[in-house]
């Protein structure tokens, strides 16, 4: 068999023959969502690499992850003052929303508008991520200690919103 490149041919002999219909080629469902997405199309990176380091260390997967995008750096300069979510990463095929944020009772409804501004911006303008979202995809870190009394009206919001901060995250 010989397959023509520029002006030489190359001859693959015939294992090639029998081989070159079987390749297959393995897509990444989450990479090629970040691709059709304008916006953060260019700041994919591999693994959980577009997350500061510090906040790398508060994920945990049983299997590697298939990249990230660091949102918020992404599109400050369409978004310059809205409250925008820091991170997604995809892991088995879903996307995963992450955000470091401080979990004191202030910044419940920080967070929850950062939330509301994220599925927004999911809807109009990142279809094909919006498609890929896993069941529990959404994920509030807190940044250091938790201050948000079970007693308050904040953690019966954040509760009610189901985005209750967390240590870290673990993902089988």
């Not at 916006?39 to 298939?66: M, T, V, W």
């Amino acid at each position: 068999m010989q397959l023509k490149r520029g002006k030489r041919y190359l001859n693959l002999g015939s294992m090639a023959k029998r081989s070159i219909g079987k390749v297959k080629v393995q897509k990444n469902p989450f990479q090629s969502a970040i691709n059709r997405t304008a916006q953060i199309s260019l700041c994919y990176q591999n693994g959980l690499q577009a997350l500061a380091h510090d906040h790398r260390q508060k994920i945990n997967l049983a299997e590697p992850a298939q990249g990230s995008v660091d949102i918020d750096g992404c599109v400050v300069a369409l978004y310059p003052n809205d409250n925008r979510w820091d991170y997604v990463f995809g892991y088995k095929g879903r996307a995963y929303f992450v955000e470091v944020h401080p979990a004191n009772s202030s910044e419940v409804s920080v967070v929850i508008a950062k939330l509301a501004w994220l599925k927004q911006w999911l809807v109009a303008h990142a279809p094909d991520l919006n498609a890929i979202i896993a069941e529990d995809a959404f994920h509030w870190l807190q940044s250091s200690g938790f201050n948000i009394p079970p007693a308050s009206r904040y953690y019966r919001l954040a509760e009610q919103k189901r985005i209750m901060p967390k240590r870290s995250l673990f993902l089988s």
